[in-house]
């Protein structure tokens, strides 16, 4: 989780800067979509994700201290960003397309943290389990997002 933390920061500092060398239509689609749609609701995703990975992995200590992170802060900051990111609306059919594997995996995650926290609220195993397969799912499609916008730059020339 902490890698997907450091590579979305990476890379939208990264996008942020190719404003100037996009020069046709999709490429301007493609700024304006990460510059002020994307950009503007990451901080979000960011640290409800950062919050979530300082209880989990190598920094897990109890369930209880899981379940008070995801209660208290990283379901609602979450949700937060999940419901901006439904909100936006890109013009472009192929952003729109992109757009939607993202939102798709930021759901997941955000079903993971739900499903995960009842598990632990009910003491049952299985069930964290299962949250836990949700989130990393959410991961994974995330990642292909980031993947497909990496393609789109090569596709229309972006400049990182």
């Not at 989780?1 to 450091?6: D, E």
Request: hydrophobic share 35%; proline share 2%; glycine share 6%.
């Amino acid at each position: 989780m902490k890698k997907l933390i450091q590579f979305t920061i990476a890379i939208l500092l990264g996008i942020n800067l190719f404003v100037s060398c996009a020069v046709n239509k999709t490429a301007l689609g493609i700024a304006d979509y990460i510059n002020h749609e994307i950009l503007n609701i990451a901080e979000l995703e960011n640290k409800a994700l950062e919050r979530y990975a300082s209880v989990t992995g190598e920094n897990y200590t109890t369930d209880h201290k899981i379940y008070e992170e995801l209660n208290g802060y990283v379901i609602p900051v979450y949700k937060r960003f999940l419901d901006s990111l439904r909100n936006i609306n890109p013009d472009n059919k192929e952003i729109r397309a992109l757009h939607s594997i993202y939102i798709h995996g930021s759901e997941s995650i955000y079903n993971g943290f739900k499903i995960k926290i009842s598990g632990i609220r009910s003491n049952n195993i299985p069930i964290i389990k299962q949250g836990n397969k949700k989130i990393e799912k959410g991961r994974i499609e995330t990642e292909r997002w980031r993947d497909q916008l990496m393609s789109l730059y090569d596709k229309y020339g972006i400049k990182q």
